[in-house]
């Protein structure tokens, strides 16, 4: 008789290590595959996960996509100025890239089932079955953490009772996803509005007190939308992410605190570390500005944020964000030059901004030109908001 095959898209976490002996206690799976897909894990936690599926017996495979995220899932992001309700998305734009990479490994192994670790009240149930049903839509999808409404504490204590290493305990119970664009910091105390973040849970960035105690210039120069050096240096697009994260956690910029609208209608407090997407996308959106005409800039506003609901919901293959990515690339070619920036102490500032396509004209501009003859305006202003005074001589008629 054939062995059932589960594949478990797998972070080395507490809720993906809890699936394994439950899919062969509880769902009677005899052959087990794990997939940890590296798009920027902490050091040595790639390896951790895969010494830890090795004791756990399953088939694992680990895959290295670092260079992938940052070309074909990043850089779209900087283009579109990519933001969610005031932070970076950066969580949601890996998952579409670990699924479609357990969807490859499971068509090549003919799984039966997948499974994943995420629960019922968050957004990567989403984000992940997507992909999955898009790509695979007659596999099974097994959620064991949403279909047994299980608790973190639940789990903690399942996984020392199975002898599962982790990383959590009952009283330091932070859940820390992070990728090459961020970290996401959430649970326990954390989840309170009211609860002040202890510094502990940062790691990307300096707090005020010991950020540099003076100021930081920096500049990003950008090539078709994308960055391409820092400071006149070239690097690859890895290396130039990383470079980022480091110049501005050290000036502790990076930090974001918000109330967030989840998508299935929860509103959460979400903390996160993103330093590198706290100077890059403003200084990405500087050079738009000066590049853009009116109109391109005031409707790549409504394009962006679309885009970023688009992303923020793991709908990364609808063809609504390749129409919208269709106006944003048309544009990115002129978004070539540079951007300077002033970080101290948790601020970012554009100083200054250069591009040989800029819609500036200094002559024109300036106050003590008179290239611009300023009495050709006379007609215009006269016609300015004429429906508006029309209306305010015949509203109280």
């Known amino acids: ?109 003919n799984v039966d089932a997948f499974c994943h670790g995420c629960t019922g009240k ?26 047994h409404t299980m608790t973190r504490t639940w789990e ?7 002898g599962i290493p982790i990383g959590q305990s009952i009283n330091k119970i932070w859940s820390i996803d992070e990728n090459l664009w961020g ?11 009211n609860y ?14 010991n950020a540099k ?9 950008f090539a078709n939308g994308v960055p391409v050096a820092i400071d006149g240096v070239k690097m690859s697009p890895l290396d130039l992410i990383l470079k980022a994260h480091e110049i501005a956690g050290d000036n502790g910029v990076g930090r974001v605190d918000i109330m967030e609208d989840r998508m299935i209608g929860l509103k959460v407090r979400e903390n996160y570390e993103c330093p590198a997407a706290r100077i890059i996308i ?18 790549k506003v409504l394009v962006d944020q679309k885009w970023g609901e688009l992303a923020y919901e793991g709908l990364w293959f609808d063809p609504f964000k390749d129409d919208l990515e269709a106006f944003i690339n048309q544009i990115q070619p002129r978004v070539t030059g540079a951007v300077t920036l002033r970080l101290f102490k948790g601020s970012c500032q554009v100083i200054g901004r250069a ?20 009495s050709e305006a006379v007609g215009i202003v006269k016609t300015h908001g004429m429906q508006a005074r029309m209306y305010r001589t015949v509203k109280d008629k």
């Open 196 to 209: 002040a973040p202890p510094e502990e849970i940062f790691t990307w960035t300096k707090s005020w007190k």
């Open 282 to 299: 403003p200084a990405h959106k500087a050079l738009e500005d000066l590049v853009c005409t009116t109109e391109e800039r005031a409707f």
């Open 355 to 374: 591009s040989k396509y800029a819609l500036y004209n200094e002559d024109l501009a300036s106050f003590d030109s008179k290239t611009f003859d300023q």
């Open 156 to 162: 903690i204590e399942y996984a020392q009772k199975k």
């Open 122 to 147: 968050g957004n990567d149930q989403f984000r992940f079955e997507f992909v999955m049903r898009t790509f695979m839509p007659d596999t099974p999808i097994i959620a064991p953490m949403r279909e």
């Open 1 to 109: 008789m054939p062995k059932k095959t589960v594949l478990i898209v797998y972070s080395g976490g507490l809720d993906t290590s809890v699936c394994i002996p439950m899919m062969r206690e509880d769902y009677g799976f005899d052959h087990v595959v794990t997939v940890t897909v590296d798009v920027g894990l902490p050091a040595g936690e790639l390896k951790q996960a895969e010494e830890k599926a090795k004791l756990l017996g399953t088939e694992h495979y680990s895959i290295d996509a670092r260079e992938e995220f940052v070309t074909d899932y990043i850089f779209p992001a900087i283009k579109a100025n990519g933001d969610y309700q005031g932070y970076p998305i950066s969580t949601s734009i890996a998952r579409p890239l670990i699924a479609m990479k357990a969807v490859e490994v499971a068509k090549k192994l």
């Open 213 to 221: 105690s003076t100021p930081t210039e920096v500049t990003i120069e």
């Open 183 to 193: 970290r996401s910091i959430e649970g326990g105390l954390l989840e309170e509005p």
